[in-house]
């Protein structure tokens, strides 16, 4: 997810209590919410850089066990140099209580983080395999408006502790709920494009993409990958008929070429490859000239997202 969602959702869970346990409860969860997010990083390392290292491994277990020391880390350095300047007469805060919300703040970041297409290694370095849920695009505005009016609204009751308590968790159960709902609209369309699919005369389906459309969970772009190829279609819960396909199909591509070996023995071809999930290839030669598309079915053209592929012209060698 965006950093935003993630921000709210440290600041909510501190709000809804976990900010009694320590003074700087609420900064370590906002700042622990986004820590995996330090691999962002790798987006001056090269082209392609961040593709291959984003959601890997700072989203993984090591990083589940070493991050939340390090957020610990600054913030009793921020506690002692900092807050205790300011005000000498204060209490450290404890670091077992940091180190506890540190560790729930990192921890979050993951399970949202998964909600989405755009998947997450949740094993690395141990493996490479991606996750996705599917269920919620990278930024939602009504995960940004449910959780912000719950923090918003407890502000206007800061002198009555327990009722700003009710109101955060309110909002934060109104979120969990909606994440629910959108887990649960993906797997029933996943099966249900998958049934129209074959009804239509698809077969050898292997996975079928549900990817909610931004600004609008009733609606989703569908990618069914066969054998061969990737078709797309829409489904609407709201429109009658609920599952539509188009006729564009994108073939897989001769993986086997020498022009696509040549090709992806290049440094920002491997790192776009290692990113994507339903890859395609295409070959297209003029002349003395050929040129290697490689793209991903998740982001074609005129579907949610703008990272539809990259091209490598073999006769520079470069992309």
């Known amino acids: 997810m965006d950093p935003i969602t993630h921000t709210l959702a440290g600041a909510t869970m501190a709000r809804a209590g976990l900010d009694r346990r320590t003074p700087l409860a609420t900064a370590t969860l906002m700042l622990a919410a986004n820590a995996p997010d330090i691999d962002i990083a790798t987006a001056f390392a090269g082209q392609n850089s961040a593709l291959a290292w984003r959601r890997g491994w700072t989203h993984g277990p090591l990083a589940w066990l070493l991050l939340p020391f390090i957020v610990t880390g600054i913030m009793i350095a921020w506690d002692r140099w900092v807050r205790r300047r300011r005000t000498p007469n ?170 696509v070996e040549r090709a992806r023995a290049i440094p920002a071809a491997r790192k776009y490859l290692v990113w994507s999930q339903f890859p395609y290839v295409r070959v297209e030669a003029t002349g003395t000239d050929t040129t290697v598309f490689f793209g991903d079915a998740r982001y074609r053209a005129g579907l949610a997202g703008g990272l539809q592929g990259m091209q490598v012209d073999l006769r520079s060698g470069t992309p």
């Open 90 to 259: 204060a209490d450290p805060a404890p670091a077992t209580a940091l180190l506890l919300l540190a560790t729930i703040g990192v921890l979050s970041h993951p399970m949202l983080d998964w909600l989405n297409t755009y998947g997450i290694r949740l094993l690395m370095p141990f493996s490479d395999q991606w996750f996705r849920g599917d269920s919620v695009f990278i930024i939602d505005p009504f995960l940004w408006t449910v959780l912000a009016v719950g923090l918003f609204a407890a502000r206007n009751f800061r002198p009555d502790v327990a009722h700003v308590r009710r109101i955060v968790r309110t909002a934060g159960g109104a979120t969990l709920a909606y994440v629910a709902l959108m887990i649960t609209l993906s797997a029933l369309g996943e099966r249900l494009a998958h049934s129209v699919a074959e009804s239509r005369g698809l077969r050898g389906i292997q996975e079928v993409l549900y990817s909610p459309r931004p600004g609008n969970p009733l609606a989703a772009d569908l990618v069914v990958k066969t054998g061969d190829a990737y078709h797309f279609g829409a489904l609407r819960w709201l429109s009658t008929p609920r599952v539509t396909f188009d006729e564009a199909v994108v073939a897989l591509g001769d993986w086997n070429s020498r022009a």
